[in-house]
T-cell receptor, first 112, second 109 residues
Framework: RKEVEQDPGPFNVPEGATVAFNCTYS??????FFWYRQDCRKEPKLLMS???SGNEDGRFTAQLNRASQYISLLIRDSKLSDSATYLC?????????????FGSGTQLTVLP | DVKVTQSSRYLVKRTGEKVFLECVQD?????MFWYRQDPGLGLRLIYF???????EKGDIPEGYSVSREKKERFSLILESASTNQTSMYLC????????FGEGSWLTVV
């Protein structure tokens, strides 16, 4: 049973479009949430942390809904350079130990 | 600038060889992880460690072992490499967020 569900896409959108990704998680004790971006043949890199109050960075907005146990990422005014795979990550803490659970990744292609 | 370093970026090994993949982090993190990533399969956890000399199996530990003798170094060992272990291997460590190494591309022929 997968603990973090993420729509794998692919999402193909024109430049300038708004696109949204969601992830649902099953463990209500999950404590930290992130969106990572991964380019082809590269390591994942942190895009945004996700908070219940929402987090906005330029064209990107991330949101956490604890009641419904999902996190979202909204990209406005898509650019060609936004083409990548977007991974959601959930972290659970137990003392000093960390358990990481990744979504399977959503592939985004922004078309000219 | 925080860093997770995977010293071997591209390796080609023969079936049956012993392979060492090294990962070093400079952030004094307690938690370190080894993943492999294959097309269409996402990140799969091989082993992780939450302290020196501590190790825990992940989802796909078969054919692998690990070593954590020092806090900053977490090594992945393929005791006898097989062709189905051809993959990209990613090391990660966690503080408040997750930091990845650049990946080690292993081809077993």
């Amino acid at each position: 049973r997968k603990e973090v569900e993420q729509d794998p896409g692919p999402f193909n959108v024109p430049e300038g479009a708004t696109v949204a990704f969601n992830c649902t998680y099953s463990n209500s004790a999950s404590q930290s949430f992130f969106w990572y971006r991964q380019d082809c043949r590269k390591e994942p890199k942190l895009l945004m942390s996700v908070y219940s109050s929402g987090n906005e960075d330029g064209r990107f907005t991330a949101q956490l809904n604890r009641a419904s146990q999902y996190i979202s990422l909204l990209i406005r005014d898509s650019k060609l350079s936004d083409s990548a795979t977007y991974l959601c990550v959930v972290i659970e803490r137990s003392g000093s130990a960390r358990q990481l659970t990744f979504g399977s990744g959503t592939q985004l292609t922004v078309l000219p | 600038d925080v860093k997770v370093t995977q010293s071997s970026r591209y390796l080609v090994k023969r079936t049956g060889e012993k392979v060492f993949l090294e990962c070093v982090q400079d952030m004094d993190h307690e938690n370190m992880f080894w993943y492999r990533q294959d097309p269409g399969l996402g990140l799969r956890l091989i082993y992780f460690s939450y302290d020196v000399k501590m190790k825990e199996k992940g989802d796909i530990p078969e054919g692998y072992s690990v070593s954590r003798e020092k806090k900053e170094r977490f090594s992945l060992i393929l005791e006898s490499a097989s062709t189905n272990q051809t993959s990209m291997y990613l090391c990660a460590s966690t503080g408040n967020t997750i930091y990845f190494g650049e990946g080690s591309w292993l081809t077993v022929v």
